[in-house]
T-cell receptor, first 111, second 109 residues
Framework: GAGVSQSPSNKVTEKGKDVELRCDPISGHTALYWYRQSLGQGLEFLIYFQGNSAPDKSGLPSDRFSAERTGGSVSTLTIQRTQQEDSAVYLC?????????FGPGTRLTVL | GIQVEQSPPDLILQEGANSTLRCNFSDSVNNLQWFHQNPWGQLINLFYIPSGTKQNGRLSATTVATERYSLLYISSSQTTDSGVYFCAVSSGANSKLTFGKGITLSVRP
């Protein structure tokens, strides 16, 4: 079946602009995760949604970052007032048990 | 939080050689996954292996949970095996993955 999909694949923006990144998880997966991969920090957890429970936002680096998951499926990660240090690859993953499956990522470049 | 260390950080092999990649973790885990990141950045699932041994073709993995380490074996390496290999774990009630820094493998023809 279809895997995790993310859009856009690449996003270039100017410092101070807002951006939205989208994730479509594998159908039927109840858990959805956002991670980011940057040169200095490696792969790090951002936020986790499980069913109808309150999300685990413990990895969000600042209050400029937020995420929603509508209808238990699609998720949007929003970064407000982007900064150059936000440049990274943003990865989404989904799971129905423990094993997580990753999407191709969105490469964000903040000029 | 849980710590994950991978070794060696870099590995260069001649095509056809075998290799062992190691992952040490600092606490008991309920999930351990090995990934291969291809040149386009996609994380490819290799193994879900919180304990025991699994094999898939030329690759196999063993996790000894009581001693807090996992090993990934690559036999008869090919140039297409090149890339970065990540170990990632989760522990306790929290299912978020903590990643190691990765092992960069280069297989030369």
């Amino acid at each position: 079946g279809a895997g995790v999909s993310q859009s856009p694949s690449n996003k270039v923006t100017e410092k101070g602009k807002d951006v939205e990144l989208r994730c479509d998880p594998i159908s039927g997966h109840t858990a959805l995760y956002w991670y980011r991969q940057s040169l200095g920090q490696g792969l790090e957890f951002l936020i986790y949604f499980q069913g109808n429970s309150a999300p685990d936002k413990s990895g969000l680096p600042s209050d400029r970052f937020s995420a929603e998951r509508t209808g238990g499926s699609v998720s949007t990660l929003t970064i407000q007032r982007t900064q150059q240090e936000d440049s990274a690859v943003y990865l989404c993953a989904s799971s129905d048990t423990y094993e997580q499956f990753f999407g191709p990522g969105t490469r964000l470049t903040v000029l | 939080g849980i710590q994950v260390e991978q070794s060696p950080p870099d590995l260069i092999l001649q095509e056809g050689a075998n290799s062992t990649l190691r992952c040490n973790f600092s606490d008991s885990v309920n999930n351990l996954q090995w990934f291969h990141q291809n040149p386009w950045g996609q994380l490819i699932n290799l193994f879900y292996i919180p304990s025991g041994t699994k094999q898939n073709g030329r690759l196999s993995a063993t996790t000894v949970a009581t001693e807090r380490y996992s090993l990934l074996y690559i036999s008869s390496s090919q140039t297409t095996d090149s890339g970065v290999y990540f170990c990632a774990v989760s522990s306790g009630a929290n299912s978020k993955l903590t990643f190691g820094k990765g092992i960069t493998l280069s297989v030369r023809p």
